[in-house]
């Protein structure tokens, strides 16, 4: 019988079933007893490790990368105005700076196809919507990058606020929108109708306030709400989404309560595989999406954190753990 679906959708899945067996990620650490004992007698599994996948820590960070030095910006992009060090935290505020703010990591290794990605954050009660960008791209001017050049033009050295680059004339207006208040108010604000030269583009581990998208995947600039949360979805050509599974019936139950900086650390992590890009919070799976529109999906990109709406994120410890290539 002819397969129905695609030979490579065969590893998607195996990928997919291998992290929802325990409802999060275990990595298997054997001995070299292990690999080669025989099976047991009486036990009427033979020919496996035994005793299944060893739980790991989610503070194991053995193979990984840390790509926040815990002080400092450096390795890292964007608006200086937004973005700063608040209680060993990268912070921002969009009750002070209102708008969508991103900040993407330049360090080594910036552009990245197949990883384990682990941040933590805190947001506060109400208000707050970010996310954490992978396998994304500057898409605006004056980076104009894309899926093949995700990283772009750079920009111009001591450019660092988004007022600055609309006075430069790098920053592109909204198609369709000028930068004049409406209702014959005066606009106030510089940057009104112009884009964001560090808004990032592409797949996104959803996270607000509300928990209505926490763990989702989205998708900037393209085809926006893919996966909620709770969702097994495949992304097909044409921009079609099918939901066929549940990876949980309740994602909201895996989410610690926000309270800012009074709240405890929410665990990300992010697994990147070919199409297949699983989301887990706190130990559970989340989402599991596989994209299989040739068209649309992102094979590599930069990674961003992120920060919309009308509150306050905190993020830190990023470590990524990338495959060979």
Do not use: C
């Not at 005793?51 to 990368?65: C, I, K, L, M, R």
């Not at 935290?89 to 991103?102: D, F, R």
């Not at 109400?126 to 772009?152: Q, W």
């Not at 450019?159 to 409406?182: D, I, K, S």
């Amino acid at each position: 019988m002819k397969p129905t679906r695609v030979p490579h959708l065969v590893m998607a899945a195996v990928t997919v079933a291998a992290v929802l067996s325990s409802g999060a990620v275990a990595r298997v650490q054997s001995s070299p007893a292990q690999q080669g004992a025989a099976p047991q007698p009486g036990g009427g599994r033979g020919g496996g490790l035994g005793n299944g996948a060893a739980p790991v820590a989610y503070s194991d960070y053995t193979g990984f990368t840390k790509l926040w030095d815990g002080q400092t910006l450096t390795g890292w992009d964007g608006e200086s105005d937004v973005w700063s060090i608040d209680n060993a935290a990268i912070h921002a505020n969009t009750v002070k700076t209102p708008g969508q703010h991103h900040l993407h990591y330049t360090g080594p290794n910036a552009v990245m196809r197949d990883f384990d990605l682990k941040v933590e954050f805190r947001i506060s009660q109400k208000g707050a919507n970010g996310g954490i960008h992978y396998r994304s791209r500057l898409l605006m001017a004056p980076h104009k990058g894309s899926i093949d050049n995700p990283l772009g033009a750079p920009m111009p050295r001591g450019m660092t606020t988004f007022a600055a680059a609309v006075q430069a004339g790098l920053a592109e207006q909204v198609p369709g929108r000028g930068n004049a208040g409406g209702g014959g108010t005066p606009n106030t604000n510089p940057t009104q109708g112009f884009q964001n030269p560090w808004q990032v583009s592409g797949y996104q581990f959803d996270l607000d306030s509300d928990n209505r998208y926490t763990g989702g995947l989205y998708e900037g600039q393209g085809r926006g709400i893919i996966n909620l949360p709770g969702g097994i979805a495949m992304l097909l050509p044409d921009r079609r989404l099918q939901r066929i599974g549940t990876a949980t019936a309740a994602p909201a139950a895996a989410v610690k309560p926000h309270l800012g900086l009074d709240g405890e650390w929410q665990q990300v992590e992010i697994i990147a595989r070919g199409n297949s890009l699983i989301h887990i919070l706190n130990g559970q799976v989340i989402t599991v999406s596989v994209d299989e529109d040739p068209a649309n999906r992102a094979p590599q990109g930069i990674m961003s954190l992120q920060l919309e709406g009308s509150g306050q994120v905190w993020y830190r410890n990023v470590y990524v753990r990338q495959l060979l290539q």
